[in-house]
C-alpha cells in the first residue's frame, strides 16, 4: 500500500507554473528521491507535503485518507513530518526547547525542565548525539544544528518525512550517520521522501527516484535499475552537455599577498597568496575557520588583523567596502542571511555590484535593467528583472549573487559553497563560468565541501584544520585532502609534499 | 501571468484608491466639501484647505519615510517641528531674513538627526529607544530655549515669505514639492536609493555587497531632522508663534500613519515617497471633512482609527490580490 499518494498537483506563483498536475507516490518503508534542475518544482512539491506551501488543486493522500495541511503543525498532525534545507532551530533557544517546541511537558507553573532536557537528551541519544541540551541552538555548529533538526523530525513519529537536501550543510560522516538512521527508519516501515542534488547520494540511499522537470514528473525509476547518466539526461531533459574540466593554475607572480591573517579565537595567522587567473582551492571540516578566513579576507568580521599587498602595495582593508575598492569581493556561505537583500528585485541586487563604481553619477533605471538582463542572460538565471529575489529558487539566487558580484568587475572573487544547493545543471553552468572568468584574469577562492570539485577547479589548495592552515597541495586527489582535513594520518610523502608547495 | 503582474501593479496603487475613495466619501457626505473656486487671486475650498494643511505632516512623514526604509523610525519628529519652531522665531525676531529663520531651523533639525543617527548607528541603540529619548529631551531643549513663553513671530519676513503665494499657490505646497522632488532625485536618480532599500532589506548582506549601511542610514536621520525642521517653520508660520509645549505634538503620530498607508513597510527595505504624501492628504481628509460635520473630537478619533487600518490592511499585498 502507498503511504504517501499526490494526483494532479498544480501549484502557480507570479509568473511561473512551479507544478502542472504531478502524480507521485510513495510506497510504505520506501527511501523515494524527488531529484531535478532548479527550478523544475522539487522545493515547492516538499512545501506542499509540509504545509508550507497548499496547492492550488489536486489531492493529497496519506495512508489513503485525503488531508489538506494548512501550515507545518497541522501536516504534522496529518503524519507529514519534514525537515528542511536551512536549518529552522530558534537560536536563542536551547536545543531541549527546540527539540520539543510546542511540545513542552508543562505544569501548572509552566514548563517541567528536567522533564523537558531529559526527554530532549533522549530523543538526541537515540540519534547517536551526546551533547549538553541546555546549550543554545546557535552555539552549536551549523552541521550539528541540522542533525539536531533531523532528530527533532524523528522524535514527532511521522508517517511520511520529507527531507529537503538535509545533506547540504553536513559533513560526510554526519551524512553516513543520517543515511544509516534513514535506512533504520525505513526498516520500521516509515516512507521517506529525500530531496537531493546529490546523484552520488542518492543512488546511495533511494530506493527509487522521481524526476521532475519544468514543474511536471518526468518519470520515476528504481534506483537498482537505472544509472546516474539515465538520471541526468530525464532532469535535463536529453541535452547533456558535459563541462569543461579542467584545472586552472598559473605561473605569473602572485598580485594578492595576504599575510598574518587572524582573528583572536576563530583564525590563527595565516598566509596566503593568489596570482592572476588562479583558482585557489580552500577546503577544511566544519567548524575548521574556511568561513572565517574567507570573511576575513573581504574585511566582513570585526577584530580581523593581517597585512595585505595588493599588487605588491600594502593596503588597509577594514570592511567589505574597502575590499571591493581593491577588487575582492564575497559570495558567503549563508545566502538568505549573508547574501541577498531578498525583499529587493533581481535587478536591483544586481545593481548593487556595480554601484559603488559609479557612485556619483545620474543612474537610469533603464541601464541598470540592462545591465540585469545581460547577466542574466549570461548566467542563465531562470528570472525576470523585476522579480523579487526571494521567490527565487536557491540556484538562481546564488546566480544573482555571481551577477551582482561580476557587476563589481572584480580581482578576485571568494565563493565559499557556491554550489551548494544547486542543482547538477546549474552546478556545471557555475564551474564553467568560474573557469571562464579565471581565463579572463579574474582570480577565484573556491571553498566547497564536495573535495571533487575543489579537486577538478584548482591546483593549488589550502586545507585548514582546526582553524589553522595544515597545509597546501598541488595537483592533489580527495583522498589526500580528506587525510589532510582528518589530521592524525597524513603519510610523510603527503607533508613533504605540502610543505614543498607551501614553501614556494 | 500577466494578470498576476498586473495585480501586483494594481495593489502598489491602493494608497491613490484609498485616497480618491475618501475624497469622494467626504464630499458625497459633506455639505461644500467637494467645492473649489478661485477668488482673489487664489483657490479657496475644502480640497485646497486639506492640502494645505497636510503640509506639516507631509514634510515630516517625507523624512519618516527615508528613515523607515532603512529600518529604523524616528519618534523625535514631532519635538524637532517645536525645536525648529523656535530656533526659526528667535533668529526672525528684530527683523531677521526669513533665511536666517529657515538656517536655524534647519541647524536645529539637522543636528537632532545627527544625534539620533549616531545614537543608533554609532551606538547601535534600538532606534525606537533612541529617538524616544530624543523626543524627550528635544522638547526640553525647545521650551528651554523659548523661556516657557510662546515667542511671536508676527511681523517677520518669514511669515511674509512663506504667506507668498507663487502661482496662486502657498509657499508651503511649493517646500512639499521641492523637498519630495529632493528626496525622490535622490532615491532615483542617484545610488542613494539602492542602498538606502538594501539596508532596510537585509543590513548584512548589503554591507558585505560594499553598501556603507551606517552612512546611509545616518544619512536617513538628518534627512528626517530637515524635513521635520521644515515642518517646523511652516507650524509657526501658519499661527505666526513658536509654541514649544505643543507644536509638533503627536505628529510622529500622524507621520508614521501617512507612511503606513502609503504602503512603505515598517519592517523597511521600501521606500515610497509620493505614497507617503498621499497618506498624509487622506488622514487629513479625514480631519477636515469630521470637522465640517462638526463631529465630537472622539468620535472622529474612532473613524481615524478604522481608516488607518482599512488603509494598511489594503496596502498588504495579499488583500490586494484578494480584491483586485
Known amino acids: 500500500m502507498n503511504a504517501l499518494e499526490l494526483a494532479r498537483i498544480t501549484k502557480s506563483f507570479p509568473g511561473v507554473r512551479a507544478l502542472d498536475g504531478v502524480d507521485f507516490e510513495v510506497r510504505a518503508g520506501e527511501i523515494h528521491a524527488l531529484v531535478g534542475q532548479n527550478g523544475a518544482g522539487k522545493s515547492t512539491l516538499a512545501k506542499v507535503l509540509t504545509g508550507l506551501e497548499r496547492p492550488d488543486s489536486g489531492e493529497l493522500r496519506v495512508g489513503g485518507r485525503v488531508v489538506e495541511p494548512r501550515d507545518p503543525r497541522d501536516a504534522l498532525a496529518c503524519g507529514l513530518g519534514a525537515v528542511h534545507q536551512e536549518v529552522d532551530l530558534v537560536p536563542e533557544f ?38 549538553d541540551v541546555r546549550r543554545p541552538a546557535k552555539s552549536v555548529p551549523l552541521g550539528v544544528q541540522q542533525l539536531v533538526c533531523i532528530a527533532r523530525a524523528i522524535a514527532e513519529r511521522p508517517h511520511v518525512l520529507v527531507y529537503d537536501e538535509p545533506t547540504a550543510s553536513l559533513e560526510e560522516r554526519e551524512v553516513e550517520r543520517l543515511f544509516a538512521e534513514m535506512r533504520r527508519l525505513a526498516a520500521s516501515g516509515l516512507a521517506q521522501v529525500f530531496v537531493a542534488h546529490s546523484l552520488e547520494q542518492v543512488f546511495a540511499i533511494a530506493d527509487r527516484i522521481t524526476v521532475l522537470r519544468d514543474g511536471r514528473r518526468v518519470g520515476t525509476f528504481e534506483a537498482a535499475a537505472t544509472t546516474p547518466h539515465a538520471i541526468v539526461e530525464a532532469m535535463l531533459g536529453g541535452a547533456l552537455g558535459a563541462a569543461p574540466v579542467r584545472r586552472v593554475a598559473t605561473d605569473a607572480a602572485a598580485w594578492l599577498d595576504v599575510r598574518a591573517l587572524r582573528r583572536a579565537g576563530a583564525l590563527e595567522p595565516v598566509d596566503l597568496t593568489v596570482a592572476r587567473g588562479e583558482v585557489l582551492g580552500l577546503v577544511g571540516l566544519v567548524g575548521s575557520g574556511r568561513t572565517e578566513l574567507a570573511r576575513a579576507l573581504v574585511g566582513a568580521n570585526d577584530g580581523v588583523h593581517g597585512e595585505w599587498r595588493v599588487d605588491g602595495r600594502a593596503v588597509r582593508i577594514g570592511s567589505p567596502r574597502e575590499a571591493a575598492a581593491f577588487g ?9 542571511v549573508d547574501g541577498l537583500c531578498l525583499g529587493l528585485t533581481v535587478r536591483e541586487n544586481i545593481a548593487l555590484g556595480a554601484q559603488r563604481r559609479a557612485r556619483f553619477a545620474l543612474q537610469s533605471r533603464r541601464a541598470e535593467a540592462e545591465l540585469a538582463e545581460r ?34 568587475e572584480p580581482r578576485l572573487v571568494v565563493l565559499d559553497e557556491p554550489t551548494r544547493g544547486v542543482d547538477v545543471g546549474a552546478k556545471s553552468q557555475l564551474e564553467a563560468r568560474i573557469a571562464e572568468c579565471a581565463e579572463r584574469g579574474l582570480s577565484v577562492l573556491f571553498i566547497s565541501s564536495e573535495l571533487d570539485e575543489v579537486v577538478r577547479r584548482a591546483r593549488r589548495v589550502l586545507v585548514l584544520r582546526e582553524r589553522r592552515l595544515a597545509g597546501e597541495l598541488v595537483d592533489a586527489t580527495t583522498s ?13 610523502d603527503e607533508t613533504a609534499r605540502g610543505r614543498g608547495a607551501h614553501g614556494e | 501571468m500577466a494578470s498576476e503582474r498586473f495585480r501586483a501593479k494594481l495593489a502598489s496603487y491602493t494608497p491613490l484608491f484609498v485616497l480618491i475613495g475618501a475624497w469622494l466619501l467626504a464630499a458625497v457626505a459633506t455639505p461644500h466639501f467637494a467645492e473649489l473656486e478661485w477668488r482673489d487671486g487664489r483657490l479657496v475650498g475644502a480640497t485646497f484647505d486639506v492640502c494645505v494643511r497636510a503640509v506639516p505632516v507631509m514634510l515630516v512623514a517625507l523624512g519618516l519615510t527615508l528613515v523607515i526604509a ?7 519628529v514631532g519635538s524637532v517641528v517645536a525645536f525648529a519652531g523656535v530656533g526659526a522665531a528667535l533668529a526672525s525676531g528684530d527683523g531677521g531674513s526669513a533665511f536666517a529663520a529657515f538656517g536655524a531651523a534647519l541647524a536645529c533639525g539637522v ?7 549616531g545614537l543608533v548607528v554609532g551606538l547601535g541603540l534600538a532606534p525606537i529607544v533612541a529617538t524616544l529619548a530624543t523626543m524627550i529631551v528635544v522638547r526640553g531643549v525647545a521650551q528651554l530655549c523659548a523661556g516657557g513663553v510662546i515667542v511671536p513671530i508676527d511681523r517677520s519676513a518669514l511669515v511674509a515669505t512663506l504667506g507668498a503665494k507663487p502661482l496662486g499657490l502657498p509657499a508651503s505646497l511649493v517646500l512639499v514639492a521641492a523637498l519630495f522632488a529632493l ?25 558585505l555587497a560594499g553598501v556603507p549601511v551606517g552612512r546611509v542610514l545616518f544619512a536617513t536621520y538628518v534627512a528626517c531632522g530637515g524635513a521635520s525642521a521644515l515642518a517646523g517653520v511652516v507650524a509657526a508660520s501658519e499661527i505666526r508663534a513658536a509654541d514649544a509645549a505643543s507644536a509638533g505634538l503627536y505628529l510622529e503620530l500622524d507621520a508614521i500613519l501617512a507612511v503606513v498607508i502609503g504602503g512603505t513597510p515598517l519592517s523597511g527595505g521600501r521606500a515610497r515617497l509620493l505614497a507617503t504624501l498621499v497618506g498624509a492628504l487622506v488622514l487629513q481628509i479625514l480631519a477636515t471633512a469630521l470637522l465640517m460635520h462638526g463631529l465630537a473630537p472622539h468620535v472622529a478619533l474612532f473613524v481615524k482609527g478604522a481608516v488607518v487600518l482599512l488603509a494598511s490592511a489594503l496596502a498588504r499585498p495579499s488583500w490586494g490580490r484578494a480584491i483586485a
Open chain 2, 111 to 117: 543636528l537632532v538627526g545627527a544625534v539620533n543617527g
Open chain 2, 183 to 207: 528626496f525622490a532625485t535622490l532615491k532615483r536618480r542617484f545610488g542613494f536609493g539602492l542602498y538606502l532599500e538594501a539596508s532596510g532589506d537585509n543590513p548584512r548582506a548589503a554591507r
Open chain 1, 480 to 492: 589526500d585532502l580528506r587525510r589532510m582535513m582528518a589530521g592524525a594520518e597524513a603519510s610523510p
Open chain 1, 94 to 131: 536551547s536545543l531541549a526547547e527546540n527539540l520539543l517546541l510546542g511540545r513542552e511537558p508543562r505544569r501548572w507553573w509552566g514548563i517541567e525542565r528536567r522533564e523537558l532536557e531529559a526527554r530532549a537528551r533522549a530523543a538526541l541519544a537515540e540519534f547517536g548525539l551526546d551533547l
Open chain 1, 375 to 408: 547577466w542574466i542572460r549570461a548566467l542563465g538565471i531562470a528570472a525576470r528583472p523585476e522579480q523579487r529575489v526571494g521567490t527565487l529558487s536557491g540556484g538562481n539566487q546564488q546566480k544573482v549573487i555571481l551577477a551582482r558580484l561580476f557587476a563589481a
Open chain 1, 328 to 336: 575582492l569581493v564575497l559570495s558567503p556561505e549563508d545566502r538568505k
Open chain 2, 70 to 76: 532603512g529600518g529604523g523610525i524616528d519618534l523625535s
